[in-house]
């Protein structure tokens, strides 16, 4: 199954990613396709820029040249939600996603396409 992987991420120390990276292995272990957003935050903007600041997405949008206080959101939604309406068949739910307001976002998309919503 092709599973967009969804949590919570802004306010959290290395933007959760360790989490996210352990449920994407273990999914994968069970021989789904995982969409891990962490992993595509860390291939378009440098690992490095991403865990250095701690869980701060305004830090992050002025060290990669964002002007407007949106632009980093905005690029990364845009990609994700893309996939998720091309690609997915499940979004998979970490612990924490009902207080993110992007992963919200993204079963309420999810729901509304009609894919299988998972809990982890």
Do not use: Q
């Amino acid at each position: 199954m092709r599973i967009y992987l969804a949590g919570p991420m802004r306010g959290i120390k290395d933007f959760n990613f360790p989490a996210f990276h352990a449920a994407a292995k273990h999914l994968r272990t069970d021989g789904h396709v995982v969409f891990n957003p962490a992993e595509r935050d860390e291939k378009e903007f440098g690992a490095e820029v991403l865990r250095t600041a701690e869980g701060s997405e305004a830090e992050v949008a002025l060290k990669l040249g964002f002007t407007d206080k949106l632009g980093l959101a905005r690029a990364c939604f845009l990609a994700d939600t893309m996939w998720i309406c091309l690609h997915a068949e499940a979004i998979a739910l970490m612990p924490g996603w009902a207080g993110s307001r992007g992963a919200r976002a993204e079963r309420a998309l999810g729901e509304a396409i009609g894919l299988e919503i998972i809990e982890l």
